[in-house]
């Protein structure tokens, strides 16, 4: 008997080796741009062991990426070549190593067929539950190749101009072209572009590509873009095919309303994130393509919301942490190593998915470590020689001690504290520490004349932004006399800085809905997104600013086309619609219990689903009714000051007869 | 102005990449042994700075294997392209990823010529001199592929049998076979053999191949064989090349006598051990084709009396100890770990090197912290889960703490402290660890009963072997009592089991040199090395038993031609010819002052040359006359309890009169 196998793995290495690949992939003009923070491989050289019970004679037949052997009860044998197991008990070990991909084996047979009962070793002292991924099921697979899917897509329109030919795919994509049937005397020059100017500014075009005189055909890599210009090919004929490369998801979450422009905000929201869900969480399709811990942070939160894919979420918390030794901050910025540790700590509340905690937790306790061997006497961490200290891009006073570093870091070690309690081994230093640096918080950043928290205390310039005070709500540092004084004094306090960026914005608007400003950041949403999509945009910016016009939208770090027209981050309304407007959330790990309360908002009407770990949610509302059903029990309705228990498959319906907030 | 240039990478990158590579070679019939410990690989993602004055405009052109790109004063360029550099100053970063292999970059320019004034980092917090090898000067180069030169060889004898065709080389080599113009309607089968029984044997031939049918060439990977048998070719036919594969050496020591059995001896040592001399120094070419630290160690000290290759020693070094974080003991074993500390201070007592020991010792540091972790609170090291104590293949007594690990283990504490100290942080700890233990040493292994140190204290066997015994007299550890004691009670003690691999032989013959035993080693050397050259050896082999005969002598580890037939150690007569006979050695680090001090040991007539470190000595001498002339000042000759001051190539003539020794 055949039983169902699977490729394995060293855990986590799968992760970790797309995730160098990747991060050597980001192209700019004619070279390519690895990420600059140390990038970690997979194991060169590993070994899978199993005990089987076999109750009858059978086979087994071992495949491998990589060289190496079997053995069975001590004896060696070739790969490839069926092995007859007797009736009794065996011990079976492979060995497999290769030093240019991932080394992987899947095993054919009956009680031997190759799953997570077989444990993988790197030569090291433990041995772990091998990795797998429903990816790779099938023997012809090859882990090496990230399981994309392709869809044949067609130009809206083709316009012949005397310089070249312009194709446009009518929205943004992530596509590969393959030129067929090419006959050309000389080179053809590609020209990609997000937006029309940076397609026909030639000399400024972030992606480019070339096919060589006489070609035949060419395939060029995978590349994000809306529009192609092609120079060179009036002389020259070929056939062209594009092919968008994706992984699909279950779309689970959903959200419509009586406003039709949040309507296709959300619309539009859902396709730049799933875009931009690829191996990882990337932050952008075009720039940076990388994974970026703060970027992905929020990924995280979005999607469970949308696809409640957990093996995403998963292998971006992998890839992100790497392997011992650290080197550096994640991606080399102290708060990204923070977001880090809190991204399992949020992982596991979201999944109850203890499995993966056991798995990841070593390495977040030497995370841990390392952050906290960085700190100074007094419990404060601070930027050392190396260390972005990044917060926001905004000013932000960064002398000394930096509050909003703090506050994640205290954060970050209650998270560390959490995750090991759950396997009996919390650090009970962590705790301890978590809360002294609550108190030194407060002690030195929170200053009684302004009724907020400073940026420093080390400048003597007292400087307030939104940055901290905003975390000091979400992250429950302030009590309830401070919070009341930062909605005042910060939050509806014009004379504070705006947040600028749609990175921070996230945390902002997620703050103003839980201090009750539920319309106030409806408005925004019109706006600021509703402002992208009144410019065009077919998916959401790394950054928008309506002040300005025309090719200033496009540029970025000094690089007129620098901006990321499809960035993940700007998918952010998906979450806020679905957590604080159709208000669902969980009030126990995993989902087992969840509350739903739903808020207009300002809305007439809104209506949706929301993943809720396994399960969905249905929410419908209006001023004059809620609806609500699930398929998952534990759901408790909160409104109008009351609760009511969800039962499963039954539908739950309140006649408001009043206007609800 | 050009300036010469060279490959640069990551330094320790290209020793760790090559020894991956390496370690994966290992075959066996028709499948790969990949080594069963840790194995690191290169750092994937890598940049390189420098800082340059240019006088002049200039040019420079960055070559990379790899992807990536060159910031110039913080503009980006392409590899491959000339950048024009004004007069003035700059600062240049080349930045190189890749995954399957070495990064690395070749930058022809003037100011900007790649070398290792340019600074490396793998995106951690430190900068260090960027890595480069002679070998790898041309942009042609690919450090991807070790430098190997290659030579034909052809066969001595071919002969034609019934059942194939059988190939005699005549000695054992090390050759890639090259088929061309192949016409075989069905399989060629190739059989490699060290002996001819190996090579006939074909159901049980380690190294095996095959020409698959209609092929019209085919390249065969580099194997260790002398004898080649070749079944399907009756049928067939085709034309054999055979490239000899090695590395170039050149042979600084060199040894004749009036004895013509040690002489070729000697010669034999000198082919057997150049054999092994390769990326780095294996074990033996057959098998395991592995670099092993116990063996390593004995190699470095054979190569200071041939070649003195400092190169292939720090690339030794270097590969076996690959990098943090250490998961296990060098190739597993306890006792490996200790030759691998030891081994850096041997390299710099020879070489005066500190730039390497200031590259090393972070890695030295954390392997001897590593060992330290692993003692008990007594002090004493014991093999844990997973530990290997190998010390010999013999009968030891390994119950608890090992006499023998523990003398190995304070040697290397005091190894480890002497290079801390030439970098001026030398670890006061280790120096006292050191003293201590082996305080506890004496303490609990030294018996007054046997006159002797027995293996274990914790058994209550009191067992004696000559191993601990050894160790104590070669290390220091016995006082004068004590080491007559050990003379009388041990080393001429035929009750105690004698030394039975000549791995170990080593460290006995070596000890009976230091006790004035050297008319014996003379003989051993002629029954032992003897005895394989009366059997037709042509390398010396990894073991030999005079008492068995036939196909036995093949056998090893249950394989029917398990042994290997060239392995490094039994090349110890040339370091004990050099060091013992000849006499030179070094009386201060480097051999900045050295001694000569010969002796016949029996012989009639010695001579010979010994490199010691940029000079040669060369010695020859009678019971009548010695004879020794010297490129290197810092040279003392001692004989017959006199002193004579060596000039530099001033030849130094003593007429002895009477039998020395």
Redesign the interface.
């Known amino acids: 008997m055949t039983a169902a196998s699977q490729w394995i793995w060293y855990p986590g290495d799968f992760e970790i080796y797309h995730h ?2 990747l ?2 992939r980001r192209e ?12 970690d ?1 997979c ?3 590993v ?1 899978f062991r199993k005990k089987v019970h076999c109750d009858a004679v059978e086979e087994m037949t071992v495949y491998a990426h990589g ?3 079997v053995w069975v009860d001590g004896k ?4 490839q070549r069926p092995i007859t197991l007797s009736e009794g008990q065996h011990e079976i070990i492979v ?7 991932l080394p992987c084996i899947f095993v054919e047979g009956g009680e031997t067929a190759s799953d997570t009962t077989w444990e993988a070793n ?4 433990e041995w772990l539950p091998a990795g797998c991924n429903v990816l790779y099921q099938n023997r012809e697979d090859d882990p090496n190749q990230f399981a994309f899917q392709y869809m044949k897509i067609v130009p809206v329109s083709i316009e012949h101009r005397a310089e070249g030919i312009v194709y446009d795919f009518g929205r943004e994509t992530f596509a590969l072209l393959e030129f067929e049937n090419v006959e050309a005397a000389a080179d053809i020059h590609l020209f990609y572009g997000e937006s029309l100017d940076e397609a026909l500014d030639t000399d400024h075009s972030i992606l480019i590509d070339t096919i060589p005189a006489d070609s035949t055909s060419y395939r060029c890599n995978a590349r994000a873009f809306r529009y192609l210009f092609v120079q060179g090919a009036e002389s020259a004929s070929f056939e062209l095919t594009a092919w968008y490369e994706y992984l699909p998801f279950n779309r689970i979450g959903s959200f419509t309303s009586s406003n039709e422009l949040l309507n296709r905000i959300w619309e539009t929201a859902e396709y730049t994130f799933h875009l931009n869900s690829r191996e990882f969480f990337l932050d952008g399709i075009k720039r940076d393509r990388w994974v970026w811990s703060g970027d992905a942070y929020q990924s995280y939160f979005i999607n469970n919301y949308l696809y409640f894919d957990t093996d995403i979420t998963k292998r971006t918390i992998i890839a992100l942490r790497g392997k ?2 650290i ?2 901050h994640t991606n080399t910025i102290v708060d990204y190593s923070f977001y880090w540790i809190m991204s399992v700590h949020a992982y596991y509340e979201a999944t109850k998915d203890l499995e993966f905690v056991t798995f990841i937790y070593p390495r977040m306790k030497s995370m841990m470590d390392y952050c906290i061997s960085r700190t100074d006497e007094d419990g404060f961490i601070r930027g050392r ?2 260390d972005w200290v990044f917060v926001d891009w905004a000013e932000y006073d960064r002398t000394g001690a930096v509050c909003a570093e703090q506050m994640l870091l205290a954060e970050s070690l209650k998270a560390a504290w959490a995750c090991g309690e759950l396997l009996g081994k919390g650090e009970a230093e962590y705790l301890k520490q978590s809360e002294r640096l609550k108190e030194q918080i407060n002690a030195r950043f929170w200053d009684e004349e302004h009724g907020a928290y400073i940026d420093s205390f080390e400048s003597g310039r007292r400087n307030v932004t939104r940055h901290a005070n905003i975390f000091a709500i979400l992250l429950g540092i302030a009590d309830d006399r401070q919070r009341e004084s930062i909605i005042q004094n910060v939050l509806l306090n014009d004379e504070v800085p705006q947040i600028s960026t749609p990175y921070f914005a996230f945390y902002e608007l997620e703050v103003m809905c839980q201090t009750g400003q539920l319309e106030h950041v409806t408005q925004r949403m019109e706006q600021y997104w509703g402002g992208m999509l009144a410019l065009g945009a077919t998916t959401f910016w790394e950054e928008y600013n309506p002040s300005v016009s025309g090719l200033d939208h496009y540029g970025m770090y000094g690089d007129r086309y620098g901006k990321s027209l499809c960035h993940a981050w700007g998918a952010s309304p998906i979450y806020l619609l679905g957590r604080y407007y159709l208000g669902v959330y969980p009030s126990s790990a995993g989902y087992e219990t969840f509350v739903v309360e739903p808020k207009l908002g300002g809305l007439e009407r809104i209506e949706g689903t929301v993943p809720v770990n396994g399960g969905v949610v249905a929410v419908k509302m209006s001023s004059e009714r809620l609806h609500v059903i699930t398929d998952k029990n534990g759901g408790t309705v909160r409104i109008n000051g009351k609760e009511y228990l969800l039962q499963k498959d039954m539908p739950f319906v309140l006649e408001l007869g009043v206007r609800v907030e």
Do not use: C, I
Request: hydrophobic share 30%; glycine share 8%; net charge negative.
């Open positions: 160098l690949q991060s050597m700019e003009r004619d070279y390519q741009w690895p990420a600059f923070w140390r990038l491989d194991y060169p050289n070994r060289v190496g052997h060696k044998h070739s790969f060995h497999v190593a290769r030093t240019d991909g790197e030569f090291g002292r011992d030794p080197a550096t020689d190396g």
